[in-house]
């Protein structure tokens, strides 16, 4: 997000990704202090950060025009 620009993501995206973040932060945090780390692998919590912001699958395409008829066209 450029400071300088309105943003298009609404107030509700941007603390929804803030919130899914901070968990993943935190989960990754957990499971190296449980693991008996000393200092903080930095790595593992860049990619559990990415992994948490993976974009989900895409929606269903649903029919194309050439496959639809009279009785499935809704």
């Keep these: 997000m450029n400071r300088g620009f309105p943003s298009m993501e609404t107030a509700s995206s941007?603390?929804?990704?803030r919130a899914v973040i901070a968990a993943a932060i935190a989960a990754e945090l957990q499971r190296q202090s449980e693991g008996g780390a000393?200092?903080?692998?930095?790595?593992?919590?860049?990619?559990?950060?990415?992994?948490?912001?993976?974009p989900g699958a895409p929606f269903a395409e649903g029919r194309r025009p050439e496959q639809l008829?009279?009785?499935?066209d809704d």
């Design 14 to 17: 941007v603390s929804d990704r």
């Design 38 to 54: 000393t200092r903080i692998d930095v790595d593992a919590l860049a990619a559990a950060v990415d992994g948490a912001l993976v």
């Design 69 to 72: 008829n009279a009785t499935n």
